[in-house]
């Protein structure tokens, strides 16, 4: 059985990994250089790593399904990835948070990721496993997008 993780790509580097890569990622992603991004990633973590946006941004998230261990997970960067949580990336996570932030499946045989972007507004993961499907939740109907405007009052609006 294998265990696997969803979580933001960002927390899954080492801190010694986080400043070169993360910046090379981040110049290949920005440049709608996806695969590249994806195989910067995995190539430095050791397994393959599937990544979307989230659409939203930063938020918090639940999946369900057969063989979930943990279903929460965080996107900080907005980023959300699924892959093997190996012996290298628990380390890493334990090291840099005493925790593993992240959603936590196991299955025999991983056998598809799907990241629905039907929603411009919000990223939902499908995990197809050999025990079944494994999906993110829909935001709750006040989870919407907001800009920093909505929090200035009349006075601060002018200092932008």
Not at 59 to 70: M, R, Y
């Amino acid at each position: 059985m294998k265990k696997y993780i969803v979580t933001d790509p960002c927390y899954i580097l080492t801190d010694a990994e986080s400043d070169a890569v993360w910046s090379n990622f981040c110049d290949l992603w920005f440049d709608n250089k996806k695969e590249d991004a994806e195989k910067l990633i995995s190539d430095t973590v050791g397994t393959k790593v599937q990544i979307e946006d989230t659409g939203y941004g930063d938020w918090a998230n639940t999946i369900s399904g057969p063989g979930v261990k943990w279903s929460d997970f965080y996107a900080d960067a907005g980023l959300v990835c699924v892959c093997e949580l190996t012996e290298k990336i628990e380390k890493t996570l334990m090291e840099k948070y005493n925790d593993i932030t992240g959603a936590v499946f196991e299955c025999e045989e991983l056998k598809s990721v799907e990241f629905d972007r039907s929603d411009p507004n919000w990223t939902v993961v499908f995990i197809e496993t050999d025990k079944g499907m494994i999906e993110s939740q829909l935001p709750d109907s006040d989870y919407e997008s907001e800009d920093d405007s909505d929090y200035l009052s009349e006075d601060d609006s002018d200092d932008f």
